[in-house]
T-cell receptor
Framework: DGGITQSPKYLFRKEGQNVTLSCEQN?????MYWYRQDPGQGLRLIYY???????QKGDIAEGYSVSREKKESFPLTVTSAQKNPTAFYLC?????????????FGPGTRLTVL | GEDVEQSLFLSVREGDSSVINCTYT??????LYWYKQEPGAGLQLLTY?????DMKQDQRLTVLLNKKDKHLSLRIADTQTGDSAIYFC???????????FGTGTKLQVIP
């Protein structure tokens, strides 16, 4: 099956700890994205990557870091600098051309800080 | 910056039509989208419309775009209980990688 997988589905973190969320896709998509979802606020873009070894900050990148060493993988690290990390995190991917409009989403990871 | 607004909640009876509305501010929007999110899940792309179109129909779904008023709507005909979900409006403009999402409208279908 082609698609996007995120793991784990639920993640608990103690304050002061870094934690890494996994996102893998086998759609052969060039572009990948991380969004954060909070109740009543829609989705906000954290980071995106159009090609391997390159990524750009989105609207709320502070306290997060990413890497893109492989085309199929785009892990997100939530650092201790992120002041309010409890949220639902969504990974997405798309073909990286201006004429292709579709982003496909993974099932999400719910992060809770204890 | 770009802004996309939706009402937060809509309740309809099973079998009726649902209309979810959205307004946006980016005059350079190229594509506008409707996504569906079921509880605890990711977003599923329902349909999208290119900005030079007025209407798009796909089975029970009808999308209407009023570009002059920057207003987008999603009509679901014969709404079923399985349609209960959060529906997100989104727009892409000013660079293909930038998609701005609305806050989502929670649709409740009453049996």
């Amino acid at each position: 099956d082609g698609g996007i997988t995120q793991s784990p589905k639920y993640l608990f973190r103690k304050e002061g700890q870094n934690v890494t969320l996994s996102c893998e896709q086998n759609l052969n998509h060039d572009a990948m994205y991380w969004y954060r979802q909070d109740p009543g606020q829609g989705l906000r873009l954290i980071y995106y990557s159009q090609i391997v070894n390159d990524f750009q900050k989105g609207d709320i990148a502070e306290g997060y870091s990413v890497s893109r060493e492989k085309k199929e993988s785009f892990p997100l690290t939530v650092t201790s600098a992120q002041k309010n990390p409890t949220a639902f995190y969504l990974c997405a991917s798309s073909i990286a051309t201006a004429g292709e409009p579709k982003q496909f989403f993974g099932p999400g990871t719910r992060l809770t800080v204890l | 910056g770009e802004d996309v607004e939706q009402s937060l909640f809509l309740s309809v009876r099973e079998g009726d039509s649902s209309v979810i509305n959205c307004t946006y501010t980016d005059s350079s929007s190229t594509y506008l989208y409707w996504y569906k999110q079921e509880p605890g899940a990711g977003l599923q792309l329902l349909t999208y419309i290119f900005s030079n179109m007025d209407m798009k129909q796909d089975q029970r779904l009808t999308v209407l775009l009023n570009k002059k008023d920057k207003h987008l709507s999603l009509r679901i005909a014969d709404t079923q209980t399985g349609d209960s979900a959060i529906y997100f409006c989104a727009e892409r403009g000013g660079g293909y990688q930038k998609v701005t999402f609305g806050t989502g409208t929670k649709l409740q279908v009453i049996p």
